[in-house]
């Protein structure tokens, strides 16, 4: 139940606005000390500055989305759009960043602006195997890497990975970067790694089986995988009136793809953005159990940055073990 009784108001046939504390308190995130430690790895539609949605090349219109369509390509080439706006998750971290880690003072988040518990890692990441999987960025797998882990980075976009390649440059890591699909990691020997660390990225993934069997395969037994997403139930929600006015008006059955939007509408709320899907319960936890992980912990955070974090959790995230 929401924290206030929301009234329920139709301002058209094709939605319901939930007008009650349109313009919520804002969520509190951390506090100055850890907003600098933490590594800010969330992804979402409400995070992409209004100027990546505008109207422009590389918008992607119905006409498109034929049976040769190949919607990987398109979001590899969205992704690289927002490194050149300066999309958040695109920022690499800084000198200060890489020093604490090396010290020891380290910190990721998997969902939110929350800190992934620290006994969700081993207890020392000196020789651990990390996969950082669709998580580019130099954000988090530079800083696994200088609290000694060794990290390789894989991810849809190359502009994403070339972030990882500047920290590890500039800093004197070893960070091995691979292009590719999250679903296909081929590339990778069964049982090669201790830890899998995937950030909220698989929203823009259009399916999600072959994202848990693989990462369950380059496994070690034991090895843990650990995995944001986005809470299907706001993408119920308008994103125009969302974004543009905090109001929460329910309008999209589920699941939902942007791919299944008008023009007019997708242009409006996506812009030249990554193609989303919501998913559902099922295909992420179901579908991590059905891969033959184990479910060890689960947390839930607020969206920080928009309405819906008054009435429901944003996130979800997973922590799972390879028997």
Partial sequence: ??????????????????????????????????????????????????????????FLSSDAVTDSF???????????????????WTRPVGPEAIARARAGDWSIVLIGYQAVPRDWFP??????????????????????????????????????LDRD????????????TVLGDMRDLSVFPDASFDVVFNPVSNVFCPDLAPVWRESYRVLRPGGVLMAGFMNPDVFIFDVTALEERDELVVRHPLPFSSLDLPDAERE??????????????????????????????????????????????GYFATRATKP
Avoid: K
């Fill in 123 to 160: 207890a020392e990441l000196a020789g651990v195997d990390v996969l950082c999987l669709a998580s580019g960025g130099g954000q988090q797998g530079p800083v696994l890497s200088a609290a000694g882990a060794t990290v390789t980075v894989l991810d849809n976009s190359q502009r994403q």
């Fill in 1 to 58: 139940m929401p924290p206030h009784p929301v009234p329920v108001t139709r301002p058209d046939p094709d939605g319901i606005t939930l007008s009650a504390r349109a313009h919520p308190e804002p969520v509190p995130g951390p506090g100055p000390g850890l907003r600098d430690q933490i590594i800010r790895t969330a992804r979402g539609r409400r995070y992409l500055p209004a100027r990546v949605r505008r109207p422009g090349a590389g």
């Fill in 70 to 88: 190949d919607a990987v390509a398109y979001n590899r080439a969205a992704w690289d759009r927002e490194v050149e706006n300066s999309n958040e």
């Fill in 268 to 313: 409006r709320s996506y812009g030249t953005g990554p193609i989303e899907y919501s998913h559902t319960l099922t295909a992420q936890i179901g579908g991590q159990l059905a891969a033959g992980f184990s479910l060890t912990h689960f947390e839930e955070a607020p969206h920080h940055a928009d309405a819906t974090a008054r009435y429901l959790p």
């Fill in 165 to 176: 390649r500047e920290v590890a440059a500039r800093e004197g890591l070893d960070v091995r």
